[in-house]
T-cell receptor
């Protein structure tokens, strides 16, 4: 059974619309992350949360907003979608997000296509 | 700042030959280095990571040695298998937020 669930697996959106990517983890981890993978920039760090608090943000655009309603949830809201946002978005988690060499566990990704 | 460089975008070799994928890094701290592997249509997963005590990590026949003098963490395997075909990412963690930087990745293709 997958321990990190991402929904939906595939998503098609029109330019200018808004979408929410869902991520739930059942590993008991306290840190969650979003990464983006596209042909232009493989596995690009976006956000990290630890104990439901934003720890790090490397996304310049405010169109990308993470939302953590529960400790094991980290959704990603994307507004005013652009074709350049087309990518596979991976959610990941680790034990604490602290200053150590923690292993990242990835979900299976949401492949977003913006037309 | 912190960065990871993987010089080869694509490595193609014949089954049974040795594998070496290059990884060099820059960091102002003393970082941890990782190798993640991503098979086609799958999520990335950890292959191995560096230890603090200079032990050489090994997994599934792969190993890597952290050389601080040359800032390298090359991935090696003595004999490639068809199932090793995948995208390999070298990654670095060096700051207190545990942000992990990934290199651009090396696509390994193993042919019969």
């Amino acid at each position: 059974d997958p321990k990190i669930i991402q929904k939906p697996k595939y998503l098609v959106a029109v330019t200018g619309s808004e979408k929410i990517l869902i991520c739930e983890q059942y590993l008991g981890h306290n840190a969650m992350y979003w990464y983006r993978q596209s042909a232009k920039k493989p596995l690009e760090f976006m956000f990290s949360y630890s104990y439901q608090k934003l720890m790090d943000n490397q996304t310049a655009s405010s169109r990308f907003q993470p939302q953590s309603s529960k400790k094991n949830h980290l959704d990603l809201q994307i507004t005013a979608l652009k074709p350049d946002d087309s990518a596979t978005y991976f959610c990941a988690s680790s034990l604490t997000g602290g200053p150590s060499a923690e292993t990242l566990y990835f979900g299976s990704g949401t492949r977003l296509t913006v037309l | 700042g912190d960065s990871v460089t993987q010089t080869e975008g694509l490595v193609t070799l014949t089954e049974g030959l040795p594998v070496m994928l290059n990884c060099t890094y820059q960091s102002t701290y003393s970082p941890f280095l990782f190798w993640y592997v991503q098979h086609l249509n799958e999520a990335p997963k950890l292959l191995l990571k560096s230890f603090t005590d200079n032990k050489r990590p090994e997994h599934q026949g792969f190993h890597a040695t952290l050389h601080k003098s040359s800032s390298s963490f090359h991935l090696q395997k003595s004999s490639a298998q068809l199932s090793d075909s995948a995208l390999y990412y070298c990654a670095l963690s060096a700051n207190s937020n545990n942000r992990i930087f990934f290199g651009d990745g090396t696509q390994l293709v193993v042919k019969p």
